[in-house]
Nanobody, 124 residues
Framework: QVQLVESGGGLVQPGDSLRLSCAAS????????MGWFRQPPGKEREFVSG????????VHANSVKGRFTISRDNAKNTVYLQMNSLKPEDTAVYYC?????????????????WGQGTQVTVSS
């Protein structure tokens, strides 16, 4: 029912910034909490950031806290991930996910829909 498409990834140097976008289809975007996950090469997928339906509650993994900020624009059916001070260890495929929950969760099981991912590479 919900289709998610990520964009904004690319190759950047350490210390650079990127803003990822996730565009959602449908007219019920505001019913979903949204999350960002990432999967570094050779590693398991991990939680990055989550945001509640209205955007009032935000959760960030310790590894990105203070550097990444999740936000959403329900009028545009879009969720964003602003990534600052990027590090090589941030290199991963970043996935957008939607869950039928009121507040953001940090586990994959709480999310029902997933995008295809966008590659972020941080290298000098």
């Amino acid at each position: 029912q919900v289709q998610l498409v990520e964009s904004g990834g690319g190759l950047v140097q350490p210390g650079d910034s990127l803003r990822l976008s996730c565009a959602a289809s449908g007219r019920t975007f505001s019913n979903y909490a949204m999350g960002w996950f990432r999967q570094p090469p050779g590693k398991e997928r991990e939680f990055v950031s989550g945001i509640s339906r209205s955007g009032g509650i935000k959760v960030h993994a310790n590894s990105v806290k203070g550097r990444f900020t999740i936000s959403r624009d329900n009028a545009k059916n879009t969720v964003y991930l602003q990534m600052n001070s990027l590090k090589p260890e941030d290199t991963a495929v970043y996935y957008c996910a939607a869950g039928s929950v009121a507040t953001p969760k940090s586990v994959e099981e709480e999310y029902n829909y997933w995008g295809q991912g966008t590659q972020v590479t941080v290298s000098s």
